[in-house]
């Protein structure tokens, strides 16, 4: 038998729990307080700090319980529960203090108008989770920087994801950061970025198809809008050419529809995909006026939305003159 653990050996190795924090490289505040490189970060070395430091691996799995709870889910995306069906829930970003939260959209089916008017034959949707909001920088920049890896400066892809190369001039051009919707990135960056957040959370994460994405926004209704017929409402539930100042505004700063989803006109477009799988942006932004709001309203890349890039081939990362399009997800059941 393995003799007990005396008293006075825990207190000793609590006593090394200051040399150990200083061990770690202080990417904790407290050890019940874990930011970015958090839970993760302590599980690595813990392991480490008991053969550097002399404390056993029974009194380091003891330290283990001090850890906030879900730390543990947290290290690996791939224990991520699934969601209950029908409940909105919160998604945070594994190693640190960024969340999102996902609206749960019902199954049923919905018929969408081609470029000339015509209606397709009915199309089958969900069940499903839309993001609340538009996809925001305070997310988007985990991925985009690296933020998530131990040595954010360390080579692109060296992690097995394919990450944003630097943009030429601040993404968000000035108009906002925090609680900002993402801008000018292309469609092929929102879909590495669903990836990504795929890997990080064991979740299914991808961009809504056409279908999808028109049947929240209209969440019921058959009108024009979310809201109804009337465009003399629309100020109450988006931002665009009467109201933005020609700028982008933090999400969720309207009304939402019907179904608790904000910004589904206006703001910025957002990157779908069509029903042969070809990018596609729905919504309207805040340069559009209200008929180009509309839950129908579809626009393509064009050329022009790069034109400024001197790269060639141009980035497939960052629009350079495109400050309207961005992005929200869907996660599958």
Known sequence: MQPAVAANDASSVMMKVPNFVRFIGSPVTTLGCVSIGGPRRICDVLAAASRRRGISRLLAAVLLLVLPRGAAAQTNGATARTPEPGKPFEERLPET?????????????????????????????????????????????????????????????????????????????????????????????????????????????????????????????????????????????????????????????????????????GNVAEWCLDSRGRAVARGGTYRDPPEKCRADARMRQQAAWNASDPQNPKSKWWLSDCSFVGFRIVCEP
């Open 97 to 265: 203090t960024v969340s999102f939260e996902m609206v749960p959209i019902p199954a049923g089916e919905i018929r969408l108008k081609d470029a000339k008017g015509s209606e397709s034959k009915p199309v089958k949707v969900g069940p499903l989770w839309l993001s609340r909001t538009e996809v925001t920088w305070d997310v988007f920049d985990i991925f985009a920087y690296r933020l998530d890896l131990p040595d954010p400066t360390q080579e692109v892809g060296t992690d097995g994801v394919s990450r944003p190369t630097k943009p030429y001039l601040p993404p968000d051009r000035g108009f906002g950061h925090k609680d900002y919707p993402v801008i000018s990135v292309t469609h092929e960056a929102a879909q590495e970025y669903c990836r990504w957040l795929s890997a990080k959370t064991g979740r299914k994460y991808r961009l809504p198809t056409e279908a999808e994405w028109e049947y929240a926004c209209r969440a019921g209704a058959t009108a024009a809008f979310s809201f109804g017929d009337d465009a003399r409402q629309l100020g109450d539930f988006a931002w665009f050419a009467e109201n933005s100042g020609d700028r982008t505004a933090k999400v969720a700063s309207r009304k939402p529809n019907a179904w608790g989803l904000y910004d589904m006109h």
